[in-house]
Every structure is written in structure tokens, then in C-alpha cells.
Nanobody, 109 residues
Framework: VQLQASGGGLAQAGESLRLSCEASGSNDVVGWYRQAQGKQRELVATLSNGGSTYYADSVKGRFSISGNKNTASLQMNSLKPEDTAVYYC?????????WGKGTLVTVSS
């Protein structure tokens, strides 16, 4: 099982960034978690094998996940300073979830 994430970086409030994730193996779902400093890891968005999506309330209408269960992108628009966090690509294999290395997204006001 391998997870490869790319993208992220520095943006100003209102700007956009894009994250990409490649997951190997027979996963069912792909998505992203994020963890801001001093806070718990938060599920941000997921894309299932059947095309169903999930978004956290905090990103609905601003973030969009697309692609397929092995190659997915997270388009992040209208970024806010509170979106600043380390973002982790994740893949679900049955009841098991695997995380890749995190990528830092920093949004300045």
C-alpha cells in the first residue's frame, strides 16, 4: 500500500490551492484529513469507489474532491486562515484506513 500526496503550500485568504493523492491497492475510498496545530485530526473530504462524496461542514461549498479512488484531487477555493493545517491523504481498505505523509497548507490573512 502506498499513498503519495502532492500540492499544498502558501496562499493568501481567498486564493486557491490544489492537492493530489495517488493510492495503490484495492482501496474503497480516498480522501483527506487535516490537523491544525493544537487540534485533533479532522476528516475533510472523501470520494468513494461508487462516486459518493463527503465534505466536512467547514469546507462545504469551497472544497471539491474529484477523480477516482486511486487518483484524486482536492480543489480548495476561497481559502481561509482557519484552513491552515497539515493535510493527509488517506485511503480506506475495508475498515482499515492508511495515511500518507502530510503536506502543509498555510493560508495568510
Amino acid at each position: 500500500v502506498q499513498l503519495q500526496a502532492s500540492g499544498g503550500g502558501l496562499a493568501q485568504a481567498g486564493e486557491s490551492l490544489r492537492l493530489s493523492c495517488e493510492a495503490s491497492g484495492s482501496n474503497d475510498v480516498v480522501g483527506w484529513y487535516r490537523q491544525a496545530q493544537g487540534k485533533q485530526r479532522e476528516l475533510v473530504a472523501t470520494l468513494s469507489n461508487g462516486g459518493s462524496t463527503y465534505y466536512a461542514d467547514s469546507v462545504k461549498g469551497r472544497f471539491s474532491i474529484s477523480g477516482n479512488k486511486n487518483t484524486a484531487s482536492l480543489q480548495m477555493n476561497s481559502l481561509k486562515p482557519e484552513d491552515t493545517a497539515v493535510y493527509y491523504c488517506a485511503a480506506w481498505y475495508g475498515s482499515s484506513v492508511r495515511w500518507g505523509k502530510g503536506t502543509l497548507v498555510t493560508v495568510s490573512s
